[in-house]
């Protein structure tokens, strides 16, 4: 389902919250004895879209302001470790 802008789409799921229940459902605990958990499901949900739509997220997390880049390769890897501000010295 698309709709005409982020508005739209906020409005529409503040009145049916397809994506709460959704995480929900997927948060339903399987032991009657233990309570659901929403979270679990919006942590498994998380994984899932980042696994296939890793760019996408990327872009979704860039726009809200969180500093992320993707995957890092080695240099930049080891050069954020070797950075003195992440060594063990201190």
């Avoid at 009145?15 to 997927?26: C, G, L």
């Avoid at 958990?37 to 890793?54: E, F, H, L």
Wanted: charged fraction near 25%.
């Amino acid at each position: 389902m698309t709709h005409k802008n982020e508005e739209a789409f906020e409005g529409y799921h503040w009145k049916i919250p397809y994506i709460q229940d959704f995480i929900n459902v997927i948060g339903k605990s399987k032991d009657a004895t233990k309570p659901d958990n929403p979270r679990i499901g919006a942590k498994t949900s998380a994984k899932y879209i980042c696994a296939k739509y890793q760019s996408e997220i990327i872009e979704v997390v860039q726009s809200e302001g969180i500093a992320i880049s993707g995957d890092m390769d080695e240099i930049s890897a080891a050069a954020m470790w070797t950075d003195p501000c992440v060594t063990k010295s201190q």
